[in-house]
């Protein structure tokens, strides 16, 4: 399964690089607004998955739109990690009135749904590439939150951490030196699954118009477009750009169930041994 799902986001991974160059060697039409007036034309040599109601091409589109969604997704899970891991830190290991605040803070978000919370944020925020990652990334820090400093409060029970603690060592270097690697085994896990999400979220901002500017390449707003547009047997706008997404979203799935089921089997094994 981590095979397939690595393979298929590879296959992402490719295209969104390639994109410029396809671009700037014409090898697809350019996706600038009324290009050659083919509007609503089905697929052909020219326009291979056919244009949209402005005259862009919708292949190229959605390769272009392929790049902005990793972009997004990458940055909104990084500062999800970077925020949420060394918070579930502090929290697991100092206890205490600190642990109590930053467990009600996260509780409270948690407790948001996803989309309700990234539709506010981003509604606060403004669109954009960065603003919709800050958005995406408060929706998934207390989950890494949650998971870190659970762990956290078993491991630092542990011998080894109690030694460490007994010869002096300040609470900043047991939780860099002896916690942080017994508990960021998981957070791969979290990271591949709410990577599959945030394309999910992403897409339904943009199809809400609180994603990105319309001149921005994106699946959920291509979809929102196309949406009129099907009735009328204007099927390609919203068939290419809903498999790019469904794709991703499979592809980062796999990846995650599959690095799931390595742990698990990691974890087993150490426990034998």
């Not at 040599?45 to 739109?65: P, Q, S, Y």
């Not at 998971?147 to 030694?163: D, G, I, M, P, Y």
């Not at 060592?169 to 999400?197: E, G, H, Q």
Request: glycine share 10%.
């Amino acid at each position: 399964m981590a095979k397939w799902g690595a393979s298929i986001f590879a296959v992402y991974l490719i295209a969104a690089c390639l994109t410029p160059l396809i671009s700037a060697l014409g090898i697809l039409p350019d996706s600038n607004f009324g290009l050659d007036n083919a509007i609503y034309s089905p697929p052909s040599l020219i326009h291979w998955c056919g244009t949209d109601r402005l005259g862009r091409d919708v292949c190229l589109r959605t390769l272009e739109a392929s790049g902005i969604a990793l972009q997004v997704v990458f940055l909104a899970v990084t500062l999800a990690v970077v925020i949420g891991v060394p918070l579930g830190l502090i929290s697991g290991y100092l206890g205490g009135l600190v642990d109590r605040v930053l467990v009600l803070l996260m509780d409270t978000l948690y407790t948001i749904p996803v989309l309700l919370l990234s539709v506010v944020m981003a509604f606060l925020l403004g669109r954009g590439i960065l603003n919709a990652s800050v958005a995406l990334c408060v929706v998934y820090v207390p989950q890494y939150f949650r998971v870190v400093r659970n762990q956290t409060a078993q491991v630092k029970s542990e011998l080894f951490v109690e030694a460490a603690r007994s010869i002096g060592a300040s609470p900043l270097w047991v939780m860099r030196k002896y916690l942080f690697s017994n508990v960021i085994t998981s957070v791969p896990v979290i990271l591949t699954l709410n990577a599959a999400d945030a394309v999910l979220v992403l897409g339904g901002l943009g199809f809400l118009g609180l994603g990105l500017p319309e001149s921005v390449p994106e699946w959920g707003s291509d979809l929102n477009m196309a949406l009129s547009a099907v009735p009328t047997g204007v099927w390609w706008t919203a068939l290419f750009p809903g498999m790019a997404m469904f794709g991703l979203v499979l592809s980062l799935s796999f990846l995650g169930e599959g690095i799931e089921a390595w742990v698990s089997e990691s974890k087993d094994l150490s426990r034998k041994f």
